[in-house]
């Protein structure tokens, strides 16, 4: 008497079959890199940009920078904000100096990031979930908080620094899109 395959014998080889397919056709030759055929690398790859006392290289082939104020630079380019024009600055004054006069009713008080947001809100005109809240030092009364919201690429930021002093300006958006800059940090 012949036994015949079970269906999960069948299943498990179609399923290996499919699995060793997708992994011989997922691999790529080396030499299809873009980063492979990068002028003046050898054995391709991009290179370090040469130091101040090393000579020049050809300014079109790629290099990872070396100096580190302009890697600096790069790493906190998300905090950069946009450029923002005087009429739009001009526009958003009052809600800044509503904003500022909000924290200012606020400062030194017991209010917690719930009133603080609705005060913030109601000076900017937005819903409280549209302002970025960040505390600072917890305790019981409102100081080392800063908030932020705006809409479009305008922004309006007001802080209550450590002795209780509310203040707030008109800002450009960041390039990650947050009214409050990132912290960043490693």
Do not use: W
């Not at 079970?6 to 691999?27: D, I, K």
């Not at 030499?31 to 079109?60: K, L």
Request: aromatic share 2%; charged share 25%; hydrophobic share 35%.
């Amino acid at each position: 008497m012949t036994r015949r395959p079970s269906s999960r014998t069948a299943a498990g080889t179609l399923l290996f079959a499919v699995l060793a397919s997708v992994l011989v056709a997922g691999c790529a030759e080396p030499s299809e890199d873009p980063r492979a055929s990068a002028p003046g690398t050898p054995g391709g790859g991009m290179r370090y940009c040469p130091g101040p006392g090393e000579p020049p290289i050809d300014p079109s082939v790629p290099c990872i920078s070396q100096d580190p104020a302009r890697k600096y630079a790069e790493n906190h380019a998300y905090r950069k904000e946009m450029e923002i024009g005087e009429e739009e600055r001009a526009g958003a004054r009052t809600k800044a100096d509503a904003l500022a006069e909000a924290l200012k009713g606020l400062a030194g008080k017991p209010v917690g990031e719930v009133e603080v947001r609705a005060a913030a809100a109601a000076a900017l005109g937005l819903e409280p979930a549209d302002v970025e809240y960040r505390a600072g030092t917890p305790g019981k009364v409102l100081k080392d908080v800063v908030v932020g919201g705006g809409r479009g690429k305008v922004c309006v930021n007001g802080n209550v620094d450590s002795r209780g002093n509310a203040t707030a300006e008109v800002a450009g958006r960041t390039m990650d899109g947050t009214c409050l800059p990132g912290l960043g940090g490693h």
